[in-house]
């Protein structure tokens, strides 16, 4: 399974941005598609999940309310909306496959892109 995560920037704290994640062919295990993200010296941190129709999400706790994830079947793409960012956001985003939407390890990821907040 081939990723590409796209739409990462620059945003003041407070600002919005939606990352994209396009999607290349399926395997048997590709069950949900996952958005994490890590920061310089910290672990990898799980955000959410969506099923591969995109009926059922999940959504970490630590950004509920903030960050939203959605499918978009036509383009084949997962997107992650991320509001009121934070200068703790800061970090690298990616997009993985795995096989449920609480998997703890991920089958396969692309690069990611990355998200910095000023302050």
């Known amino acids: 399974v081939q990723l590409q995560a796209s739409g990462g920037g620059l945003v003041q704290a407070g600002g919005s941005l939606r990352l994209s994640c396009a999607v290349f062919r399926r395997t048997s295990r590709s069950n949900a598609l996952v958005w994490f993200r890590q920061a310089p010296g910290k672990e990898r941190e799980f955000l959410a999940s969506i099923t591969w129709s995109g009926a059922t999400t999940y959504v970490a706790d630590s950004v509920k309310g903030r960050f939203a994830i959605s499918r978009d079947n036509s383009k084949n793409t997962v997107d992650l909306q991320l509001n009121s960012l934070k200068p703790e956001d800061t970090a690298v985003y990616y997009c993985?496959?795995?096989?449920?939407?609480?998997?703890?390890?991920?089958?396969?990821w692309g690069q990611g892109t990355l998200v910095t907040v000023s302050s």
């Open positions: 993985a496959v795995a096989p449920g939407l609480r998997s703890p390890t991920y089958d396969s």
